[in-house]
DNA sequence: TAGATTGTTAATCGATTAACAATC
DNA sequence: TAGATTGTTAATCGATTAACAATC
C-alpha cells in the first residue's frame, strides 16, 4: 500500500473520531455525504481517502461504521506502542496528561520530569514524577521515544538537550522557541500563542 | 497585495518569532540560507515567501533583521484588537492564560469563564473569571469575537451552544469532540491528543 | 569586475475536485 | 429495472522547487 501523507493521516483521525460518535450512537452505516457534513470536507474527499484502505464501501448503502473505524484504527495505529516521556508538569503539562487518549495502550506516556521537587515523586494520571537529571536513566530504561516539551520559554533549551542526550528520536515541543536539535532527531513544533490559535479564525472572521 | 494562505501566514509567524531571537542578539542582518538552517525550510521557499511583501532584501547583504520583521509583523497583525473569551479555567485553560502572547494588544483574552464555585471572581494573569451563565452578557460588552473551547468532552456542546447564543463568530476548539455549530461560525479544532501529537513525529521516526 | 545573494519565471510535484463508470 | 452511492480516471488547482536573471 502506497504511503499516506500527514494530510490524509489527520484526516483519517477525524474519521476515526467521528466513526466512534457514530458507533455509540447505534448507527450502523453512513454515507460518504453525511460524513462530509459531519467533517465539513467534500464526499469526494472522503471517498479518496477511504479509498486508499480498498474497496470498503457498498454502492447504495454506504460504509459500515464499524468496519470503517476498525481498518482506518489497524493502519494508523502502529502495531508497536510508543513510549513517551513528558517534560515540564505544569498548567499544560498537566493538561497533557489528563487529555483523553483513544488508544492508551498504543501511545503512553511513561515518565514525568519535573525541576519543581514539591511535584517529584507524586503520580499525576498514572504517571510518575522524576526529578529532570534523572532523565537519561530512566528513558532508557522505559524505551521511551519522544519527549514533550512542556516548559517555559527559558528552560526549554536545556530541557531539550537533555533530551538529546537521554537518546529520545522524536520531539514535540509546546514551547514558543526556538530548539537547537540535531537534524535527526524529529521535531514537531506545536503553538498555542494566540497568534496561531487565532489564525485560521480571525483570517475567515475578517476576509 | 494578493491574499496569502494559511500556510504561508503560519510560515511568516515563524519568521517573525526567529527574526525577535535575532534581534534579541543584536543581529542587523540575516540571509536567506540562514533562515532556511533556522526554521527547516528551503532558502527558495522564504525568499519567495518574503517576496510577496515586495523587495525587501539586499543582494549580497540579505535582509535588515529589524525591517523584515517590521513588514511581516505589519501585515500579519491586523489593525484591530480581537477580544476573545475563554471557556474553561481547568489546567488547559490556564496554560493558554499563561502562555506568552507577542502582541497582547491585538489578540487579548478579555474575560473567561467557569462552572465551578471555587473559581468565579478570581483573576489569572490578569482575567477575571465568571460564572458561564453571564456568557451572553459579558461578552456583549466586551465585544469579544472568538470563544476558546477548553472545557472536558462532556461539557463541551453545552458550552458550545451558550458561545453561539452569545454572538461570537469563531471559536478555537480544544475538545476532542464534534461540536454542532452553525455553518457561518468558524471553528478551528486544535487536537492535544497522543494520536495527533505523536503523529508527525512517530511517522518520521517509524519510516 | 567578480562573487554572492535576492527576486522571478518556468517546471514539477502533490493534493483536490470534477466527471463518470461500476455496482448494489 | 431505476436510483443511489461507491470508486476511479482525468482535469484543475495550488504549492514547492529548479533554474536563472537581476543587482548590489
Known sequence: ???????????????????EELIKKNRARVSSNELAKLTGLSDVQIRKDISKFGKIGTPRLGYSTRELK?????????????QLALFGVGNLGTAI?????????????????EKDKNKIGKIVNGVRIYPIDKA????????????????????????????????????????????????????????????FLALYCSVKILA
Chains 1, 2 share one sequence.
Not at 496528561?97 to 520530569?113: G, R, V
Not at 532508557?140 to 537533555?162: F, L, R, T
Not at 537521554?166 to 535527526?184: A, Q, Y
Open 1 to 19: 500500500m502506497e504511503k499516506l501523507s500527514n494530510k490524509i493521516i489527520s484526516r483519517v483521525l477525524l474519521y476515526i473520531r467521528i466513526l
Open 70 to 82: 476498525n481498518i482506518l484504527e489497524d493502519f494508523v495505529l502502529h502495531k508497536e506502542t510508543i
Open 97 to 113: 496528561l489528563k487529555y483523553p487518549a483513544f488508544k492508551k495502550d498504543k501511545l503512553n506516556i511513561a515518565a514525568a520530569f
Open 136 to 195: 537519561p536513566e530512566i528513558i532508557k530504561k522505559i524505551h521511551a521515544e519522544i519527549g514533550i516539551v512542556a516548559v517555559g520559554a527559558q528552560d526549554s533549551q536545556e530541557v531539550v538537550d537533555i533530551m538529546v542526550l537521554s537518546g529520545l528520536k522524536g520531539i514535540i515541543n509546546f514551547s514558543p522557541t526556538f530548539l537547537n536539535v540535531p537534524k535527526e532527531i524529529a521535531v514537531r513544533d506545536i503553538d498555542l500563542s494566540l497568534e
